[in-house]
C-alpha cells in the first residue's frame, strides 16, 4: 500500500478524485467532497466541510464548524476562524432550488487573509491580501489588501501589515510593521508593501 503523506482522522470522510497536499491535516467529523483540491500543510479543524470542487491553497488553516462552498477560492495561507460563514448562492430559495456551477457565484479569499470567528462573506466578492475582517463582520463588497473591516456591513477602520499588525501611517503615508520592519505606503485609499 502507497503511503499517504497527508493525516486523515478516521472520523472524517474524503470523497473520491480528492487531491490533498503533503502534510494536509484533516480533523474528525470533516468532509472533504469530490472534485476538490488542498494544498500542502493545511489544517482543517472539526466539523469543516469543504464542498465539490473547491480550490484550497497551501498552509490554509481553516477552523471548526467551518463550510467552504462550490464557487469560494481560497489562496495559500487564508485563515478562516471558528464559525465563519461563506455562501455561494445571492438569492437563495427552497421552493426553487439553484443546483449546480452555473449557479454558484465566485469568491476568492487572497493570500495571507483573515476571517475572523463568525465573519459571514457574502458570495461574489474578494477579501484582498494580507485583509483582515474582525470577528461577526459581514462582507458585503470586496476588501482591499491589507484593510482592517469590522461591523455589519464590514467598513475599513485601519490598515494591517502583512504579519498582522495594524499600520499608523505617518503625514507623507508610510508605516512600518512593528514585527517584520516591513514598509508600507498609503495613496488614495490604496496600500502597498515599499519594496
Excluded at 508610510?174 to 485609499?189: D, H, L, M, P, V
Aim: aromatic share 10%; net charge positive; glycine share 12%.
Amino acid at each position: 500500500m502507497e503511503e499517504k503523506k497527508y493525516y486523515v482522522h478516521n472520523l472524517a470522510v474524503v470523497d473520491e478524485n480528492v487531491e490533498i497536499g503533503e502534510g494536509t491535516k484533516i480533523w474528525h467529523f470533516s468532509h472533504v467532497q469530490s472534485g476538490s483540491k488542498l494544498g500542502k500543510k493545511c489544517v482543517l479543524g472539526q466539523n469543516v466541510n469543504v464542498g465539490n470542487n473547491v480550490t484550497i491553497g497551501n498552509f490554509v488553516k481553516i477552523q471548526n464548524n467551518v463550510s467552504v462552498y462550490e464557487g469560494v477560492e481560497l489562496e495559500d495561507y487564508v485563515f478562516c476562524g471558528p464559525s465563519m460563514v461563506f455562501t455561494n448562492i445571492k438569492d437563495p430559495r427552497s421552493k426553487y432550488p439553484q443546483v449546480g456551477a452555473a449557479y454558484y457565484i465566485h469568491t476568492k479569499i487572497k493570500e495571507g487573509a483573515s476571517l475572523g470567528a463568525n465573519s459571514t462573506i457574502v458570495c461574489g466578492h474578494t477579501v484582498g491580501r494580507f485583509a483582515f475582517v474582525g470577528a461577526g463582520s459581514v462582507v458585503t463588497k470586496d476588501i482591499p489588501d491589507y484593510a482592517l473591516v469590522v461591523g455589519n456591513p464590514a467598513r475599513i477602520i485601519g490598515w494591517m501589515s502583512e504579519a498582522g499588525e495594524k499600520l499608523s501611517f505617518d503625514k507623507d503615508g508610510f508605516a512600518t510593521c512593528s514585527r517584520t520592519g516591513k514598509k508600507y505606503q498609503y495613496i488614495n485609499g490604496i496600500v502597498k508593501e515599499v519594496v
